[in-house]
């Protein structure tokens, strides 16, 4: 349940890294908070700062982009007036496809997380993205 609370809100944010040239600014200061967030929490240099984020970013971007394509399919099947099993196979199958590509890309990123921070840092990167969602949450019961 954490980790889709997570993917969601990383769904979120990466919204607001892609969308073009018209940043909502609420997008923006969310991406904002949570980037300082991350600073902060892991304990970045300004030079980890600068080669750390941008690779971030593009992370995001990718994870983003993944559940957006099958978000698509399902929302093409439900606009359907009468859709068959074989198009609701495929748009399960592609929400369930985005949650296994969510976790390659976060390997991929994993690696080269891995040649620009400690190992103390890339556990205190996944407890800050978790705090974040957390405070994110809490936010949105209020």
Do not use: C
Request: charged content about 30%; proline content about 2%; cysteine-free.
């Amino acid at each position: 349940m954490k980790r889709l609370l997570t993917l969601l809100m990383l769904a979120v944010l990466a919204l607001a890294v892609t969308a073009q040239g018209n940043r909502s600014k609420w997008g923006s200061e969310m991406l904002e908070a949570k980037h300082k967030m991350i600073i902060e929490e892991v304990g970045l240099t300004p030079t980890q700062q600068e080669q750390f984020m941008p690779v971030y970013e593009e992370m995001e971007r990718e994870i983003y982009q993944t559940n957006r394509d099958a978000r698509t399919l399902a929302r093409n099947v439900e606009q359907k007036k009468s859709p068959t099993d074989a198009e609701y196979a495929q748009a399960a199958e592609a929400l369930s496809h985005a949650k296994v590509r969510e976790g390659e890309i976060e390997a991929k990123y994993f690696e080269k997380f891995s040649k620009l921070l400690s190992k103390k840092q890339l556990f205190l990167l996944k407890q800050a993205e978790a705090k974040f969602t957390r405070t994110m949450l809490r936010g949105r019961k209020k």
